[in-house]
């Protein structure tokens, strides 16, 4: 029974091993300091530059201020994002920036950090308790919207082919209100689209899912031409922009962004006429604001909706003209540095 | 003629640890400690630490003990993590619903159980490959838990891919510790040694490492090969259902992503645990759990360390070769 | 004969010949018939269905996953099990190809020296399942994670010049079809060449259906190992020059969205996962249906939700149908 | 022990001095497979305490005729008598349960598997405690300690029965694979080409094996292609050609000669 000694053995080292090693000892950071905790957002692209790489704004701040620092990534995973919830309690964090792409998991998330009653700041998705900074989803969308509306109206006298709505569904609200608020923003420009040239579709905010699903939707409709598009992030309306320049050089398109990931720097697709800009990436220069406050004590009353915000960013929409002056997300931030007074919509959003 | 000695030939180097590669892995733990030790200090050994190792190993536990039996009957099912997710689903959308709790869960791990038998016709009626089925059904039912999700009647977040249901009773049970050991861990510990003594000591156990081990011979030894491959596809998927109502008692909601690449990331820890996921009739529950745990452990020092979560996959992927590799020189199953 | 009974019993991965035995113009005419059946079944819902537009559109659908197809096939042909790491050598092509444009590399040398570094990949695979002898499947799952998380690293952000030959390739029409279409159509033809008459083509499907005897028969397995991996990455970063003609912003993470279809096309195709059987004109037939499933299902007013569903289910029935015609000829014989 | 010679008192074309009644008989059965006719009106009879070789070239319908016998494939026609009553097998299973024990070419045996598990594969014994016994717990115990007894009954030698059968020789594979028939088929044992692949010694290994089976009063039949094994071991030979059993001759009473001569058709049965 050589096989089994050995697995019980095992386990019997393992139960010592459990027993023995255990002790009350936590992993947080030294009593007495302030521990900020970012929880960034998951995948580069859809979600900035507070995707993968870290938060070099956030970063900087605490360690002016001689704060703690750490920093969790959500994946755009809602079981990353719980497990990180989790992850911070135990870390004892004085204070958490969430940024999560998966709000289903928010009201479970939020329940957590409020047992430990740990303050958190929600950037771009509201939650009940949490500390609302960012844009209002919504307005941004409507910016957008407003400003395709015009050159639709300018070059098609308000009459598209087609409107291509390209979705993110998985990034739930802020979906909704980017993608929806867009039609809404077109529609104020030109009220008369009919619902019926408004194709929904999924692109996951990523060229290459964005582009062979409009590009069926292209080939179901021949006769469609002048093509508008609008979605959740630049990806996913430069993805059906090339869908249509593939199928041919008689179509024409009109395509307006949200987040500005694509518009600025060089190599900018000619049919992504413009895009709303957020500046995300420095979305944390506005957190310390809050986090002073709460770092001193004194934390400010619960503003937790966009409607109602502790922190409201300005949406920026921008031309693709405007947009050539303005450099690539790790520019920018190299440049907040240096200007630690200012905004980046201060600094870059064109008057 | 000479066939039946030519694989013996190939492999000249024969297994000398049959109880799996415990050892190894054992190494790779102390290992693991030894760094955390190093990089986290003692407060990687505290209860704090090992209660958020334990409460995020216990799912996958759940679901890879379940799932075993698949891989120990030579029938792998790739389609678990999208079963959670499909699961999850079900469960969250009926809840919503306002139906009874006890009642959407048996809705949805029968929702599970059914696209399981599915798999066993294909697989053992239809004798089709279980790879090429269950690949399919992967597919399949992680399209199918995004359209189900499509249907909650949550008004609370109108466009979430996941529909959010957060149900108190549900999530203090799987929340639930005893000391740093949650509950979930300790059941699905308890799961994994009862099933240790099934492989190990049942009849049935026997059967279905004689099924996976040797389909023939299994056969033309008088036992029920067929029905055992299928029972061992209903037990994975089965196990995935429970899973995933469990996961939206942890989660309070179901999401689209839920289970994405679990069936890897499960499968890659339990093929570190000795498992085999193109034979059947070698693992053992026990290394299954250590090869868990060896994964959640590293994943925790990751965490911990705060390291750039982009290293993370990249310290992933080398350790499950290294703790393979290692596992080949102690006499472990070598390719070709 | 007894040596292949062996084998097989020994592997849970049967190989199945699929559709109709032994050959494999059976297996291209399910496949063909198959595939019209669904374009006739689009065209009578929509007759707009049998357009240019939606020819293009399918066309386009299949060029990505068609070179991929081909070099998994290639793998699975080989016994390698499967090469889950594809993703990797797709996305570092892609990457350096748009690095190298940007430079200002005339267009050969960056063709040649993007994909030929993406042979390390496979040089990489190899090395662990040949040398360290690890299960393939274990060794490409493990690059796969770790050689994700590099590019990561590496590239966060690679934009392709719209000006460039690139971008331009990727919109381009070559003989009235998309000029991305062709190299799968090249590649299918030359694999099926080289598979079929030439001698290293047979000694892969030697070394797949057969490792034992072949190694008996004096083939070098290691050799066919390195080179398989290292010419399935190699035909991996060839579809990376046209992820990055496709995509202009190319995202690391993107690579794996075609680890699934193009595993599925391959099993559709009939190539046994135990190694040694497979043609590559029904890959190119399983692609092209597999491809058309989106576009059909636009045309059939579903949401593109539905589309892994269905892709799922017709794999899943392709593969039973014919498990259960080869089970019964089997049993009759 | 009796020496095996002296058992040896019967013969097909003779009643038996002992008038005994044949552990398995054929009579006259036929199976074809489509269009292929394996097997036109074969027959034989087996006895306790002999071994009867069953030879004839590829495709003279001996494998399937074992087939029939062991009950893996029925017979279109003819029919089967086990110990003198009639008996029709619709599974495997059931010739099993009658005591008939077949050894397959490729031996049968679980790689993954110990040596003791191999031999009690489908009929482990459950542990004599009524609770264990109730959740079908086995016992290891047992079983080895049997599996140890039929293993030194017939002499053979294997390193360690809880090791995985994977390491052994051919030979050990084949004699562990004969033990366990021994050990469940207390009537009959069917070997298909025990000595196939096997190098001299362990075919000696073997056939003294086979040997000791007979002495322990068992039928065996078996099939195989070398003649010097078959002259061995064989008290009788049924010679098979085209499907048919043309002839069965007293191995003491033939030769070599006669034997291949019927095979190829060169002598008239």
């Known amino acids: 029974m050589q096989k089994k000694s050995k697995s019980w053995s095992v386990i019997a080292l393992l139960s010592v091993v459990a027993l023995v090693l255990p002790t009350t000892q936590s992993i947080a950071a030294p009593k007495g300091k302030f521990k900020l905790c970012v929880a960034l957002g998951g995948i580069a692209g859809i979600l900035g530059t507070l995707g993968t790489e870290g938060d070099p704004v956030a970063k900087a701040g605490a360690k002016k201020r001689g704060w703690a620092y750490y920093e969790v990534n959500n994946k755009l995973d809602a079981q990353t994002a719980v497990k990180n919830a989790d992850l911070l309690v135990r870390q004892k964090c004085s204070a958490v920036i969430m940024f999560n792409g998966r709000p289903e998991v928010n009201p479970t998330i939020a329940k957590k950090l409020a047992k430990a009653k740990i303050p958190v700041i929600t950037y771009d998705i509201g939650q009940p308790g949490w500390y609302f900074l960012g844009i209002d989803n919504l307005a941004a969308g409507e910016a957008g919207g407003e400003a395709l509306g015009k050159l639709v109206k300018e070059k098609w006298n308000c009459q598209p082919d087609l409107v291509l709505q390209s979705q993110a569904s998985g990034a739930g609200i802020v979906d909704a209100m980017r993608t929806g608020g867009m039609i809404t923003g077109m529609k104020k420009i030109c009220p008369d689209i009919p619902a019926s040239k408004i194709k929904i579709f999924e692109g996951n905010g990523e060229i290459a899912v964005a582009q062979p699903a409009a590009r069926d939707i292209l080939a179901a409709n021949p006769t469609a031409k002048k093509i508008a598009v609008v979605g959740i992030n630049d990806a996913g309306v430069v993805g059906p922009a090339l869908a249509a320049r593939q199928l041919g050089s008689d179509y024409d398109v009109l395509a307006w962004g949200q987040d500005g990931n694509l518009i600025a720097g060089d190599n900018v697709n000619p049919d992504l006429k413009g895009s709303v800009l957020y500046f995300l990436e420095g979305y944390s220069a506005y957190a310390f604001e809050v986090l002073d406050q709460i770092a001193k004590g004194t934390p400010p009353k619960m503003q937790d909706k966009a409607t109602n915000p502790a922190v409201l960013v300005k949406p920026c929409p921008v031309s693709a003209a405007q947009a050539k002056n303005i450099p690539i997300d790790k520019v920018r931030v190299a440049n907040l540095a240096k200007n630690p007074s200012k905004t980046l919509y201060a600094l870059y959003c064109p008057k | ?336 | 004969m007894s040596i292949n009974s062996n084998e097989q019993r020994r592997s849970p991965l049967y190989p199945r010949r699929i559709f109709f035995g032994t050959g494999d113009s059976g297996n291209i005419l399910a496949l063909l018939i198959l595939w019209f059946t669904l374009i006739g079944a689009s065209a009578i819902n929509n007759s707009l269905f049998l357009s240019k537009t939606t020819f293009n559109a399918v066309v386009f659908n299949m060029c990505i996953l068609g070179v991929l197809a081909i070099g998994q096939a290639l793998i699975v042909l080989s016994g390698g099990i499967l090469d889950l790491s594809l993703a990797v050598p797709l996305i570092l092509t892609g990457c350096l190809s748009v690095i190298f444009y940007d430079r200002g590399w005339s267009t050969l040398p960056l063709l040649i020296f993007s994909v030929l570094i993406s042979g390390i990949v496979g040089l990489i695979n190899a090395f662990f399942i040949v040398v360290l002898k690890i299960n393939p499947l274990i060794v490409t799952l493990g690059t796969g994670f770790a050689g994700g998380g590099l590019l990561l690293i590496l590239f966060d952000r690679a934009m392709v010049n719209p000006e460039s030959w690139i971008a331009n390739f990727g919109i381009s029409y070559s003989l009235g079809v998309p000029s991305a279409w062709w190299p799968m159509v090249l590649f299918t033809i030359f694999m099926h060449i080289l598979i079929k008459y030439s001698r290293p083509g047979r000694r892969v499907v030697a070394v797949g259906g057969n490792p034992v005897a072949a190694k008996v028969s004096g083939i070098s397995l290691k050799r066919y190992r390195f080179a398989t991996f290292f010419f399935a990455s190699i035909i991996a970063g060839v579809a990376g020059v046209i992820f990055a003609a496709f995509t202009p912003e190319i995202r690391p993470s993107s690579g794996t969205l075609y680890t699934l279809p193009m595993i599925a096309a391959v099993v559709l195709a009939g190539f046994s996962l135990a190694g040694g059987s497979g043609n590559f004109l029904a890959l190119f037939i399983s692609v092209g249906f597999l491809s058309t499933v989106p576009t059909a299902l636009v045309f059939f007013g579903l949401e593109s939700l539905w589309e892994p569903f269905f892709q799922g289910v017709i794999l899943i029935v392709a593969v039973s149908l014919d498990a259960l015609r080869t089970k019964k000829t089997v049993t009759k014989g | 022990m009796a020496s095996p010679n002296t058992s040896i008192d019967s013969n097909e074309n003779l009643p038996s001095s002992l008038s005994r009644v044949p552990v398995m008989e054929a009579i006259n059965v036929s199976k074809s497979f489509g269009a292929v006719n394996a097997l036109i009106e074969a027959s034989t009879s087996l006895y306790s305490g002999e071994v009867k070789a069953i030879v004839g070239d590829n495709g003279a319908g001996k494998s399937t005729f074992l087939k029939i016998l062991s009950g893996l494939i029925q017979p279109d026609t003819g029919e089967m008598r086990f110990e003198g009553n009639p008996v029709k097998f619709e599974a495997p299973i059931q010739a099993l349960n009658l005591g008939i024990q077949t050894v397959y070419q490729d031996l049968a045996l679980i790689d993954t598997m110990t040596a003791t598990q191999n031999v009690f594969v489908g009929r482990e014994k459950l542990s004599p405690n009524p609770l264990l016994r109730a959740f079908r717990i086995v016992d290891d115990k047992e079983m080895t300690a049997n599996a140890m007894g039929v293993l030194s009954e017939l002499g053979i030698k294997i390193p360690s029965l809880k090791e995985t059968v994977r390491k052994m020789s051919g030979g050990q594979r084949q004699c562990l694979a004969i033990a366990r028939a021994m050990l469940f088929g207390h009537k009959l044992i069917i070997l298909d080409e025990p000595t196939a692949a096997l190098g001299v010694h362990e075919s000696a290994q073997v056939l003294t094996v086979i040997n000791k089976v007979r002495e322990k009063g068992l039928a065996v039949v078996l099939v195989s292609h070398n003649m010097q094994h078959v002259f061995e071991i064989s008290d009788s030979v049924l010679v098979m050609r085209l499907g048919k059993s043309i002839a069965t001759k007293r191995t003491e009473d033939s030769s070599t000669q006669e034997i291949v001569g019927l095979i190829t058709g060169a002598i008239a049965p």
């Open chain 2, 1 to 336: 003629m000479t066939a039946t000695l030519a694989p013996q030939q190939l492999s000249k180097k024969r297994t000398k640890n049959a109880g799996g590669p415990s050892v190894t892995i054992l190494a790779g733990i102390v290992i693991i400690s030894l760094v955390s030790l190093q990089g986290v200090g003692f407060a990687a050994f505290s209860t704090d630490n090992l209660f958020l190792i334990l409460n995020y190993l216990a799912l996958p536990l759940l679901i890879g003990m379940f799932a075993s039996f698949s891989l120990l009957a030579g029938v792998v099912d790739l389609s678990i993590g999208s079963m959670v997710g499909l699961s999850a689903a079900v469960f969250a959308v009926l809840a919503t619903y306002e139906l009874n709790l006890w009642l959407c869960a048996f809705l949805a791990v029968l929702t599970c159980l059914f696209f399981g038998c599915l798999n066993g016709i294909a697989i053992v009626g239809f004798n089709a490959n279980p790879i090429a089925v269950t690949l399919g059904m992967l597919v399949a039912l992680r399209g199918l838990a995004r359209v189900v999700n499509k249907y909650d009647n949550s008004a609370t977040l109108s466009s979430t891919d996941g529909t959010v249901i957060f149900i108190d009773g549900l999530n203090t049970f799987t929340e639930a510790s005893f000391s740093f050991l949650p509950w979930l861990f300790v059941i699905a510990l308890a799961f994994t040694l009862v099933l240790q003594l099934i492989i190990s000591k049942t009849r049935y156990g026997r059967h279905i490492k004689a099924v996976g081990g040797d389909l023939t011979a299994a056969v033309r030894a008088g036992l029920p090969a067929s029905r055992i491959k299928f029972t061992s596809l209903l037990i994975s998927s089965g196990g995935a259902g429970i899973a995933g109502v469990l996961f939206v008692g942890k989660m309070g909601s179901s999401s689209s992503t839920l289970g994405t690449g679990m069936e890897f990331t499960v499968y890659a820890a339990l093929m570190i645990g000795g498992y085999s996921i193109l034979r059947g009739g070698v693992g053992n529950p026990i290394g299954g759990f250590l090869g868990l745990f060896v994964i959640a452990y590293f994943s925790n020092y990751i965490d911990n360390m705060g390291f750039d979560t982009r290293f993370a996959d990249v310290f992933l992927g080398t350790l499950l070769l290294v703790i393979v590799y290692l596992d080949i020189r102690r006499g472990g199953e070598e390719f070709e």
